[in-house]
């Protein structure tokens, strides 16, 4: 037996990490002798290499079951095996563990932060220092830096709530810090949150706790908003994020901080993800989690305005900055943030579209036409397809490719195609007088001042397009007239039948005696005779003058005119 033991005391021991120990010392409860515990001694203090006795139990106890399965059948039934169904089921995920022991630690530290000891330590600083404000954040960042001493698993807490870790702390010293922040003059805050901004990069950079000052910070955006839209404060957290762009942890820790500055307002928040992170894309030293995080932050904004339904506007800049990187061959982004770039890509079309758009596409009509011609398939796909939404809903844009037409003859003739070839949808939506006007407009300033000027090709070409869109679209007059027309016909054709039905037969009917009248006054009976002496002078004269074979036809002609004078003089009457 003393051989066994002297076994299991030689197994190594497995290193420990000095935040393990530091724990499992803090965590181990107070050892009791064993005349304290008496018979629980044995259980209440397990031995450390109880593994390696368990492995030489097993075995002996192997050979006993054995002896027992031969001996008795019974014990089988008494110790039934363990199902696949009744195994325990596997732990939740391991980000969501990480994640649940970490808030529970922070909550523990912060719940060590005692109100009354602050606000008798603060009570003191101002006493002693009255005039020195700066001396009394000192130690609040020094007490806070004291008792909140966890390090953070992910530098953007993508995984907790937006308004972690400030929701951890208890109201009351919620209100306290706050209620010390607005003592203090504006340029003595925006100064200790530049410090503040400094060391969150600093520790983020070196691998220490960054808690306390993400809380302060937080605090100080709800408490002090000039103090986070101040100029200073946003170009130093500029310069700090233009600066981190190679070190992922901190690159994507100084975003985070950039989520406090809108607040709660959707159309800042937009901008600025478009004015911040956008131009982190853009840049060739992102990493994938910087590019990741900022892809969350982005989906973060679109799904609370989907759900505020909030009227967003979206600038020509922000747009094509947007626009252009999604369609860039040369991008520094990886695959799966291009994709899921290109599928919001309609979404934000809509923030930068929908918003008084007879007014407002006209700003996006030049750089969309200047985009048409130098550009991929598929880009060139989307810009004609919003270059027609473009002239559909603002009448300004038709003025404006007229002033851009003979600088941008090229991207006008794939215009021109875009709309031949969709012509059957085109002229149903646009706006026919001012699409016509455009391209007459067109026409003059492509003809030729002389006989002998060269056409290029590609005038030659929009000439082809413009005349024959000019022939298909018409005047809207003459087809008005023919509406107005066909129109008048059913109604007199519908008034004839109700007359005849109603009087049994044609010839009873109002109608049939209009008509009979008609026949028999005096201008139409003059009117008859003296179309039948010109016809007859015609025929006449055709048949002498012409072969045979047009005898047909003048006869036809005869009859027409007589048939169309009879129909002009039945107007005339009623």
């Given at each position: 037996m003393?051989?066994?033991?002297?076994?299991?005391?030689?197994?190594?021991?497995?290193?420990?990490?000095?935040?393990?120990?530091?724990?499992?010392?803090?965590?181990?409860?107070?050892?009791?002798?064993?005349?304290?515990?008496?018979?629980?001694?044995?259980f209440?203090?397990?031995?450390?290499?109880?593994?390696?006795?368990?492995?030489?139990?097993?075995?002996?106890?192997?050979?006993?079951?054995?002896?027992?399965?031969?001996?008795?059948?019974?014990?089988?039934?008494?110790?039934?095996?363990?199902?696949?169904?009744?195994?325990?089921?596997?732990?939740?995920?391991?980000?969501?563990?990480?994640?649940?022991?970490?808030?529970?630690?922070?909550?523990?530290?912060?719940?060590?932060?005692?109100?009354?000891?602050?606000?008798?330590?603060?009570g003191?600083?101002?006493?002693?220092?009255?005039?020195?404000?700066?001396?009394?954040?000192?130690?609040?960042?020094?007490?806070?830096?004291?008792?909140?001493?966890?390090?953070?698993?992910?530098?953007?807490?993508?995984?907790?709530?937006?308004?972690?870790?400030?929701?951890?702390?208890?109201?009351?010293?919620?209100?306290?810090?706050?209620?010390?922040?607005?003592?203090?003059p504006?340029?003595?805050?925006?100064?200790?949150?530049?410090?503040?901004?400094?060391?969150?990069?600093?520790?983020?950079?070196?691998?220490?706790?960054?808690?306390?000052?993400r809380?302060?910070?937080?605090?100080?955006?709800?408490?002090?908003?000039?103090?986070?839209?101040?100029?200073?404060?946003?170009?130093?957290?500029?310069?700090?994020?233009?600066?981190?762009?190679?070190?992922?942890?901190?690159?994507?820790?100084?975003?985070?901080?950039?989520?406090?500055?809108?607040?709660?307002?959707?159309?800042?928040?937009?901008?600025?993800?478009?004015?911040?992170?956008?131009?982190?894309?853009?840049?060739?030293?992102?990493?994938?989690?910087?590019?990741?995080?900022?892809?969350?932050?982005?989906?973060?904004?679109?799904?609370?305005?989907?759900?505020?339904?909030?009227?967003?506007?979206?600038?020509?800049?922000?747009?094509?900055?947007?626009?252009?990187?999604?369609?860039?061959?040369?991008?520094?982004?990886?695959?799966?943030?291009?994709?899921?770039?290109?599928?919001?890509?309609?979404?934000v079309?809509?923030?930068?579209?929908?918003?008084?758009?007879?007014?407002?596409?006209?700003?996006?009509?030049?750089?969309?036409?200047?985009?048409?011609?130098?550009?991929?398939?598929?880009?060139?796909?989307?810009?004609?397809?919003?270059?027609?939404?473009?002239?559909?809903?603002?009448?300004?844009?038709?003025?404006?490719?007229?002033?851009?037409?003979?600088?941008?003859?090229?991207?006008?003739?794939?215009?021109?195609?875009?709309?031949?070839?969709?012509?059957?949808?085109?002229?149903?939506?646009?706006?026919?007088?001012?699409?016509?006007?455009?391209?007459?407009?067109?026409?003059?300033t492509?003809?030729?001042?002389?006989?002998?000027?060269?056409?290029?090709?590609?005038?030659?070409r929009?000439?082809?397009?413009c005349?024959?869109?000019?022939?298909?679209?018409?005047?809207?007059?003459?087809?008005?007239?023919?509406?107005?027309?066909?129109?008048?016909?059913?109604?007199?054709?519908?008034?004839?039948?109700?007359?005849v039905?109603?009087?049994?037969?044609?010839?009873?009917?109002?109608?049939?005696?209009?008509?009979?009248?008609?026949?028999?006054?005096?201008?139409?009976?003059?009117?008859?005779?003296?179309?039948?002496?010109?016809?007859?002078?015609?025929?006449?004269?055709?048949?002498?003058?012409?072969?045979?074979?047009?005898?047909?036809?003048y006869?036809?002609?005869?009859?027409?005119?007589?048939?169309?004078?009879?129909?002009?003089?039945?107007?005339?009457?009623?």
């Amino acid at each position: 037996m003393s051989g066994k033991w002297e076994v299991a005391g030689k197994s190594k021991k497995v290193p420990i990490s000095k935040k393990a120990a530091k724990k499992q010392k803090k965590e181990q409860p107070p050892v009791a002798t064993e005349e304290e515990m008496g018979e629980s001694y044995a259980f209440s203090n397990p031995l450390k290499e109880s593994k390696n006795i368990y492995n030489l139990m097993k075995d002996e106890s192997s050979d006993q079951d054995q002896d027992r399965k031969q001996d008795n059948k019974e014990n089988l039934i008494t110790k039934p095996r363990v199902s696949g169904k009744l195994r325990p089921k596997k732990k939740g995920s391991p980000v969501a563990q990480v994640k649940k022991a970490e808030r529970e630690v922070l909550l523990e530290q912060i719940e060590e932060v005692d109100v009354s000891d602050m606000k008798s330590l603060i009570g003191d600083v101002k006493k002693r220092f009255p005039n020195h404000p700066r001396v009394w954040l000192k130690d609040i960042q020094s007490y806070f830096h004291m008792k909140v001493t966890l390090r953070e698993s992910d530098s953007g807490l993508m995984m907790y709530e937006s308004t972690y870790p400030y929701n951890m702390v208890e109201t009351e010293l919620q209100d306290f810090m706050s209620g010390i922040f607005k003592e203090i003059p504006d340029n003595v805050m925006i100064g200790f949150y530049t410090e503040l901004l400094d060391g969150l990069a600093r520790d983020v950079r070196n691998g220490a706790c960054a808690y306390h000052h993400r809380i302060l910070l937080q605090c100080m955006s709800h408490s002090c908003p000039k103090t986070v839209h101040s100029k200073e404060v946003t170009d130093k957290l500029q310069h700090l994020i233009t600066d981190s762009v190679s070190r992922t942890k901190e690159c994507v820790a100084l975003l985070w901080c950039l989520q406090m500055i809108p607040r709660n307002r959707l159309d800042t928040k937009l901008k600025v993800w478009f004015t911040w992170m956008l131009p982190i894309l853009q840049t060739r030293k992102t990493e994938r989690p910087v590019q990741d995080y900022i892809l969350n932050c982005l989906n973060n904004v679109v799904s609370e305005i989907a759900e505020s339904n909030e009227a967003i506007e979206l600038g020509p800049s922000d747009f094509f900055g947007y626009f252009d990187l999604v369609f860039s061959p040369n991008s520094n982004l990886f695959p799966h943030v291009q994709v899921v770039l290109m599928e919001m890509l309609e979404i934000v079309k809509c923030f930068a579209f929908s918003s008084n758009p007879d007014k407002r596409l006209r700003s996006f009509f030049p750089s969309l036409l200047i985009r048409s011609q130098q550009c991929g398939a598929k880009q060139k796909t989307v810009v004609l397809k919003y270059l027609l939404e473009c002239l559909q809903q603002d009448a300004q844009c038709w003025l404006l490719w007229q002033q851009m037409f003979g600088k941008h003859l090229n991207n006008s003739v794939t215009l021109l195609e875009h709309i031949h070839d969709n012509w059957n949808i085109v002229v149903k939506t646009v706006n026919r007088t001012a699409f016509k006007q455009t391209l007459n407009y067109l026409m003059v300033t492509l003809a030729p001042s002389t006989g002998k000027t060269k056409v290029k090709e590609n005038q030659r070409r929009a000439l082809e397009l413009c005349s024959d869109m000019i022939h298909a679209i018409g005047s809207p007059l003459k087809g008005a007239l023919k509406l107005a027309l066909l129109v008048m016909i059913v109604v007199s054709a519908a008034y004839v039948l109700h007359d005849v039905k109603e009087f049994g037969s044609f010839q009873a009917s109002r109608t049939g005696q209009i008509y009979s009248n008609f026949l028999q006054h005096e201008t139409v009976v003059q009117v008859f005779g003296t179309a039948k002496v010109y016809g007859d002078t015609v025929h006449k004269y055709g048949m002498t003058h012409v072969p045979l074979l047009m005898e047909y036809f003048y006869t036809i002609c005869n009859s027409v005119s007589s048939t169309l004078l009879c129909s002009l003089c039945l107007f005339r009457q009623m």
